[in-house]
């Protein structure tokens, strides 16, 4: 599935990730978890080709990003949702999954929208969202899209606590029946009921968290 060995990133001479080591494995869970301006956002802007790394190797299904290929099956949500807001809840839906070249059936789409609150909304125009609603829309395109690896950039922010716990349950039946996930959360409760594995960003390094005790591994900072 992924893998990121030896990777380091620079910018203008200033050293921002260095020697960062991650995998995520098929069916797999994976939290990113660090402080504010920990290189948390570069990284996975790294991993989806966004920005080049100045030393080290990302794969994807044993390609690169500089194969088209690479993203044929990768999903990103940032954290900064981009998302069309002149188009309707349904529009986006579908104009996404055309880009994909995935038939999604009404039946899908409508189970999903009623699941996460947004079938009374769904031909609202998302310009007129919350900010909460503008991750949903963007989660419920993920997961009806089923890639082999969603990424999503601090996912709760914005949730009403029922829609985290439903956006937790989605994730690990997500997880069990169709791919993988990589996010990274501030929210370390969240990050702990869901991960298989996690991994802690600090002081521009990446290291496998292997207690699960997130509270006194940020206490120790």
């Known amino acids: 599935m992924l893998k990121v060995r030896d990777t380091s990133f620079s910018i203008d001479g200033n050293l921002i990730l260095h020697d960062i080591n991650l995998t995520v494995d098929r069916y797999q869970i994976v939290g990113l978890v ?18 080049n790394f100045s030393e080290g190797e990302v794969t994807f299904n044993d390609r690169t990003p ?23 809840g349904i529009e986006y839906i579908e104009f996404v999954s055309s880009l994909y070249s995935k038939e999604i059936s ?11 609150d947004l079938k009374d909304n769904a031909d609202m125009l998302i310009r007129d969202y919350s900010k909460g609603m ?13 890639p082999k690896l969603i990424i ?19 994730l690990k039946y997500y997880s069990e029946k169709y791919g993988s996930v990589l996010f ?5 409760d969240f990050v702990e009921q ?17 207690d699960k005790n997130l509270m006194e591994l940020f206490k120790n900072e």
């Open 34 to 51: 660090g402080k504010n301006g920990a290189g948390k956002t570069t990284l996975f802007n790294i991993i989806c080709g966004l920005i």
């Open 66 to 88: 500089n194969d088209v290929k690479y993203f044929n099956e990768l999903f990103f949500i940032p954290d900064t949702m981009l998302v069309h807001e002149y188009l309707k």
């Open 106 to 116: 009404n039946e899908e789409i409508q189970s999903m929208l009623n699941y996460f």
């Open 134 to 146: 503008k991750m949903k829309i963007a989660i419920i395109v993920a997961l009806l899209l089923k």
């Open 152 to 170: 999503l950039d601090e996912p709760f922010n914005g949730l009403d606590p029922t829609s985290c716990i439903k956006l937790m349950d989605a």
């Open 184 to 188: 990274s959360s501030h929210t370390l």
């Open 194 to 210: 869901i991960s298989d594995k996690i991994y802690f960003l600090t002081d521009k390094t990446l290291r496998e968290v292997t």
